[in-house]
């Protein structure tokens, strides 16, 4: 980093309240290669990383370009979109709403939109948590919904989303460089330096840009607004104590989104983060109240977020989640972030052999994801799950929606690929898929895993099963998986 640069990035950050401690800054050169790493692995254009402890940035680093044609490197100057990021946002003004008695979490949704043809008992808090659909306010499953609170911030503060926003969290904290966005008007009249979007199908491809904004995305911002905007969470300035720590805890601990924010333990310790993915961006916010310690990373393609599958409520399925815990969390720089070939067939002993675990399965999982634009990723996944099954074989304790996720989406690549029957985890995947849609028989992922998976096998009775399932259930808004559902039961109508 040039000296001039450096001073001006200091006078910025201190600015904003949140001081980067020179003599730390990018000194992890363990995280440092891990990124790297995860960062060519994943084939993401340009990355952006920074992490915030006790009110000062101790790590501060971008990797690659901003734009892979001009070959314009990734800077500060740099702003990302980071789509479904702008629900923690949301979260604070509601909050904030509620503390001037604007609103209440039990207000029915019936009361913003008397015309909505809904039955169901659904109130702001069942939106706010991704909990209005199926039985209301029993699980998680990710909604289009939470969208509606846009109409209901604007009733509730008597002016435009985008106005309130600015007036109440933009404008407060000096966030110049973040705004919400509306087309590509606005960036061509504010010479906005977005950094280009990213595809990665057949090799990488320039991609394009979401445009639109709402309570679930469509904010632009950079690593220093955003670092400014979590330290004004963590001091209180936005929303009182009180109203934080409703906001993180949300409506039932059980599950793993809050109010606008997910909330999970990991082996003891609570992660408070969220994630944004478009087609051609992904972002991070991962903190831990313990530690005092957060983690911030933006990127020109959908690859940090898309492969963990961060949907299902587990951040501990990112690689660049496991990678910061086990550099400032768990001290475990021996333990190398991605597993070879050659290292898969070791018999490591880590003082935390759980990590180790959860390490594997979350390379299994990207693995199984690239092997669409690679078979070898295919059999680099069936080793690690191998070794996995072979070092912890009750995998009933452990198993979750990411494992029959992984595990499935196998047999589906070999399908695809053209490469015979993959038949080697079928005893695994029914007996994981019973175990999951006992404790959730509406499970909409689960369904439509099982009925794919099904579907590969030739049956298709038990196929239409799930895809009934799931086209059948009441009070779902649609989504990938309806549509999913309804185009199998349609293409095969005429058989069953």
């Known amino acids: 980093m040039k000296t001039i640069f450096k001073f001006a990035l200091v006078i910025m950050l201190i600015s904003g309240c949140v001081k980067e401690k020179e003599t730390q800054v990018n000194d992890s050169d363990i995280f440092t290669a891990d990124?790297?790493?995860?960062?060519?692995?994943?084939?993401?254009?340009?990355?952006?990383?920074?992490?915030?402890?006790?009110?000062?940035?101790?790590?501060?680093?971008?990797?690659?370009?901003?734009?892979?044609?001009?070959?314009?490197?990734?800077?500060?100057?740099?702003?990302?979109?980071?789509?479904?990021?702008?629900?923690?946002?949301?979260?604070?003004?509601?909050?904030k709403l509620v503390e001037e008695g604007k609103i209440s979490l039990n207000d029915s949704l019936k009361?913003?939109?008397?015309?909505?043809?809904?039955?169901?008992?659904?109130?702001?808090?069942?939106?706010?948590?991704?909990?209005?659909?199926?039985?209301?306010?029993?699980?998680?499953?990710?909604?289009?919904?939470?969208?509606?609170?846009?109409?209901?911030?604007?009733?509730?503060?008597?002016?435009?989303?985008?106005?309130?926003?600015?007036?109440?969290?933009f404008e407060p904290l000096g966030l110049k460089n973040t705004v919400l966005l509306k087309d590509s008007l606005q960036i061509a009249q504010n010479n906005l330096p977005l950094v280009k979007p990213y595809l990665l199908e057949d090799g990488t491809k320039s991609g394009f840009i979401d445009y639109g904004y709402s309570s679930s995305a469509g904010i632009v911002s950079n690593l220093h607004d955003l670092a400014v905007f979590n330290q004004a969470i963590d001091d209180n300035k936005l929303i009182s104590e009180a109203s934080k720590n409703i906001m993180f805890l949300g409506l039932d601990d059980r599950l793993p989104y809050r109010y606008g924010i997910f909330n999970q333990s990991f082996q003891g310790t609570e992660l408070v983060w969220a994630y944004g993915q478009y087609d051609c961006y992904s972002s991070l916010l991962l903190k831990i109240p313990s530690k005092n310690i957060t983690l911030i990373l933006l990127a020109n393609n959908n690859l940090m977020s898309d492969p963990a599958r961060l949907i299902y409520g587990d951040a501990t399925s990112s690689l660049f989640v496991l990678s910061f815990l086990k550099n400032y969390l768990y001290s475990l720089e021996d333990m190398n972030l991605l597993e070879t070939k050659e290292s898969i067939k070791n018999k490591e002993q880590y003082s935390n052999q759980d990590f180790y675990r959860d390490k594997l399965l979350a390379q299994a999982l990207a693995e199984s994801f690239m092997a669409r634009f690679d078979v070898k990723n295919m059999e680099m996944s069936k080793a690690l799950l191998n070794r996995v099954f072979s070092e912890f074989p009750n995998y009933m304790k452990y198993a979750d929606?990411?494992?029959?996720?992984?595990?499935?989406?196998?047999?589906?690549?070999?399908?695809?690929?053209?490469?015979?029957?993959?038949?080697?985890?079928?005893?695994?995947?029914?007996?994981?898929?019973?175990?999951?849609?006992?404790?959730?028989?509406?499970?909409?992922?689960?369904n439509v895993y099982m009925g794919i998976y099904h579907d590969r096998k030739g049956n298709l009775n038990k196929a239409k099963y799930h895809f009934k399932k799931i086209s059948n259930a009441t009070n779902f808004s649609k989504f990938w998986y309806t549509v999913e559902a309804n185009n199998w039961i349609k293409e095969h109508q005429s058989k069953l």
């Open 35 to 95: 990124l790297q790493g995860l960062k060519d692995y994943f084939r993401i254009p340009g990355l952006a990383a920074s992490v915030q402890k006790d009110g000062e940035i101790v790590y501060h680093k971008y990797f690659g370009y901003a734009d892979l044609e001009s070959k314009t490197k990734l800077d500060s100057t740099a702003l990302f979109p980071i789509a479904s990021l702008t629900k923690v946002f949301s979260g604070v003004l509601i909050m």
């Open 111 to 169: 009361k913003y939109f008397p015309e909505l043809q809904i039955n169901e008992p659904i109130l702001v808090k069942h939106v706010m948590s991704h909990t209005s659909q199926g039985k209301v306010g029993e699980n998680f499953y990710y909604s289009s919904r939470f969208g509606m609170l846009t109409k209901i911030i604007e009733e509730v503060s008597g002016e435009s989303f985008e106005d309130y926003m600015t007036s109440e969290i």
């Open 401 to 446: 929606l990411n494992l029959l996720h992984t595990l499935t989406f196998l047999k589906d690549v070999a399908f695809h690929k053209e490469l015979g029957e993959f038949n080697e985890f079928d005893e695994k995947i029914e007996a994981i898929s019973a175990k999951l849609l006992k404790e959730d028989p509406q499970n909409p992922y689960a």
